[in-house]
């Protein structure tokens, strides 16, 4: 299965980006689907993740209440709504899948066994 990320680009601080992971095939329902960053020089960082099956979600405590996960199985897409955005939110946005995750694993970037190629988001002040 091969995840296309979309939907970065720049933007101001304050604006607002809707990032976009598309599955080439239809995801089993018991896949998670998370979403990570990384900026220069820093390691790959938590931001969200969703269950297909459940729709439960959790984010990162730095993103909590500015970005929202979604999913959309019928387009075999999970969606990154980005708003409030600040300087420090630039990275590139990996989104990723595994279908064996428990909830307390779905922060570690070791846990998803599959990777989309990342889109860059760049905010600035």
């Known amino acids: 299965v091969q995840l296309q990320a979309s939907g970065g680009g720049p933007v101001q601080t304050g604006g607002s980006l809707r990032l976009s992971c598309t599955s080439s095939?239809?995801?089993?329902?018991?896949?998670?689907m998370g979403w990570f960053r990384q900026a220069p020089g820093k390691e790959r960082e938590f931001v969200a993740a969703?269950?297909?099956?459940?729709?439960?979600?959790d984010y990162a405590a730095s993103v909590k209440g500015r970005f929202s996960i979604s999913r959309d199985t019928a387009k075999n897409t999970v969606y990154l709504q980005m708003n409030s955005l600040k300087p420090e939110d630039t990275a590139v946005y990996y989104c990723a899948s595994d279908g064996t995750l428990i909830r307390s694993s779905w922060s570690e970037s070791t846990a998803y066994d599959n990777w989309g190629q990342g889109t860059q988001v760049t905010v600035s002040s």
């Open positions: 095939r239809r995801t089993s329902w018991r896949y998670v």
């Open positions: 969703i269950s297909l099956s459940s729709g439960t979600t």
